[in-house]
């Protein structure tokens, strides 16, 4: 017998808000851009990089560290900012 207010797998409840499981997906994914970042350039004789052909980064760890956190958030911005852009237009959205 199942209530009206019982939850089925996969349900998310009207006042559920998955923006602290982005949060936390955003971080692990920005901690792992920047550890691979730091490996990189640690392992790898890494002189820089040249981004879009007017910054140069050294290819020292920690600016490569810090390059890859960094790119990671835009691109994280980016998506999230789309994604929420489009809720807005969805009708079935709560």
Not at 40 to 54: E, K, P, Q, R, Y
Not at 56 to 75: F, N, R, W
Request: proline content about 2%; hydrophobic content about 50%.
């Amino acid at each position: 017998m199942h209530s009206q207010d019982a939850r089925h797998d996969g349900e998310v409840a009207a006042g559920g808000d998955g923006r602290r499981y982005l949060v936390g997906a955003g971080a692990a994914v920005t901690l792992f851009a920047a550890t691979a970042g730091f490996l990189l350039a640690a392992n790898n004789a890494v002189n820089g990089v040249t981004v879009f052909g007017t910054v140069h980064v050294p290819g020292t760890p920690a600016a490569m560290a810090l390059y890859g956190a960094l790119l990671s958030v835009l691109l994280l911005l980016a998506l999230f900012s789309l994604v929420s852009l489009a809720s807005r237009y969805d009708e079935d959205a709560t």
